[in-house]
């Protein structure tokens, strides 16, 4: 199945569900003046679908699980990239561009978790490492359907294989350690040290992102070269 088909299927769906679970929010304007014009776009996108699209794009769902489940006869996993970018700071909204090519959602920087995602199939994400900035990475494993045992216990043994948390864990963690050491010890952050926040990444759904103390985009760009050569929304 076409990469494009699947990332069809995969916005349409998500429109349709996402008009029908959070149509009584859209209807009642004091909340729908609270939700994120992402938010409100997706739902308009969903309320104006018509019954053949979203037919299209169960067909092209059942293609590609019966595509995987070929794949799994010869496969016990499958591994993909976690994201298509560097974690970016809590600020910007969303990427708008990714080595040039303009994103046509707001979405679309998420593209790389629509194969296990519309199949519905078990999924572990795993770092991978860190890059130049110091920013992590990570990647998936996913397996057939009902193998979710499988995928947890493939998960635990690379973790144990190689342990990325354990060779930098995040400051907060350090932090915590070194005080449970010497509680006398000041735990106040340091303005150059990255810390964690939450993040809204969908309507539905929170998102991770690293940013720091005093962020700034183009100090953020120019420190880190993936992202000196991406433009982003603030």
């Known amino acids: 199945v076409p990469a494009e ?8 769906l998500r429109a349709f569900l996402n008009a029908g679970g959070k149509r009584a929010m859209y209807d009642d304007p004091a909340q729908r003046a609270q939700l994120k014009p992402e938010a409100v776009w997706e739902i308009e996108q969903g309320l104006n679908l018509p019954a053949e699209a979203v037919y299209r794009a ?13 794949l799994f006869r010869t496969y016990d996993a499958l591994v993909l990239p976690a994201a298509q970018v560097w974690p970016f700071p809590v600020e ?102 990255p810390h964690v926040r939450r993040r809204s990444a969908t ?3 929170s998102k991770v992102a690293v940013t720091t103390s005093a962020p700034s985009r183009d100090a953020f760009a120019a420190s880190c070269p993936v992202w000196s050569e991406m433009k982003l929304d603030p």
């Open 58 to 70: 169960s067909v092209t769902r059942s293609e590609w699980y019966a595509t995987l489940a070929q």
């Open 92 to 193: 910007w909204r969303h990427p708008a561009a990714i080595n040039g090519r303009q994103l046509d959602t707001y979405h679309r920087w998420m593209e790389i978790v629509i194969p296990a995602s519309l199949a519905g199939v078990p999924c572990a994400a795993l770092p991978a490492g860190f890059g130049e900035c110091g920013l992590p990475m990570g990647f998936q494993i996913f397996g057939p359907a009902g193998a979710d045992r499988a995928v947890l216990r493939l998960a635990q043994t690379y973790h144990r294989a190689t342990d990325w948390p354990g060779r930098r864990p995040p400051p907060l963690q350090v932090r915590l350690s070194r005080f449970l050491r010497d509680p006398n010890r000041s735990t106040r952050r340091s303005r150059k040290t």
């Open 203 to 205: 309507a539905s759904r």
């Open 5 to 12: 088909r699947l990332w069809d299927a995969w916005v349409t």
